[in-house]
């Protein structure tokens, strides 16, 4: 398993701004994912964080509004950029653990965000 | 985009009462992931199914997969009022893609 920490655990920002949300993991991690969830929905794959590589995005996620990086086994920031109301989501970041790919995903608690 | 649909997207129940969520997806899968989120807090896990297993057991919950129909089933037997939650099922292509989702009420 996997025991997985994000900070912030909420926000509120103003529109324009830019917040960045870190993921830790509690060991080595091959695969690190972050995913958005809109008010009153399902969530959404945003990208794969790659350690010393860069993310891959998934489709309708661009790297200059959401810029991802790895610097480690253990770590991921998700920067949510130039922020508007409708970016006002829960943001998690996940991790398969030491179990890799096809494995059970363990999430972390979650980055509630209101942006005004 | 989603991978698939659950259904009911609601289900409101009596305690003790059984409740059974559906899932059905579009492409092919390794495994097929449930998971339980409480009022838009983390999302805790509950089973995975592979691809090659067609039910699994955990306590109270059955899950049931037909590779051949592209479904799953989630089965929660004796329901408690804690188990008021919201379920999602996900497939695995490296990250997950969730289902809509099933929000439950057990009532008391």
């Known amino acids: 398993s996997a025991v997985i920490s994000q900070k912030p655990s909420r926000d509120i920002c103003q529109r324009g701004t830019s917040l960045t949300i870190q993921c830790q993991v509690d060991s080595q991690v091959t695969m690190m994912f972050w995913y958005r969830q809109q008010p009153g929905q399902s969530l959404t794959l945003i990208a794969t964080a790659n350690q010393g590589s860069e993310a891959t995005y998934e489709s309708g996620f661009v790297i200059d509004k959401f810029p991802i990086s790895r610097p480690n086994l253990t770590f991921s920031t998700l920067t949510v950029s130039n922020m508007s109301p409708e970016d006002s989501s829960i943001y998690l970041c996940?991790?398969?653990?030491?179990?890799?790919?096809?494995?059970?995903?363990?999430f972390g608690p979650g980055t509630r965000l209101l942006v005004l | 985009s989603q991978q698939g649909e659950e259904d009911p997207q609601a289900l409101s129940i009596q305690e003790g009462e059984n409740a059974t969520m559906n899932c059905s997806y579009k492409?092919?899968?390794?495994?097929l992931q449930w998971y339980r989120q409480n009022s838009g807090r983390g999302l805790v896990h509950l089973i995975l199914i592979r691809s090659n297993e067609r039910e699994k057991h955990s306590g109270r919950l059955r899950v049931t997969l037909d590779t051949s129909k592209k479904s799953s089933s989630l089965l929660i037997t004796a329901s408690r009022a804690a188990d008021t939650a919201s379920y999602f099922c996900?497939?695995?292509?490296?990250?997950?893609?969730f289902g809509q989702g099933t929000r439950l009420t057990i009532n008391p």
């Open positions: 996940s991790s398969t653990g030491a179990g890799g790919p096809g494995e059970t995903q363990y």
């Open positions: 996900a497939t695995d292509k490296g990250g997950l893609v």
């Open positions: 492409t092919s899968i390794n495994n």
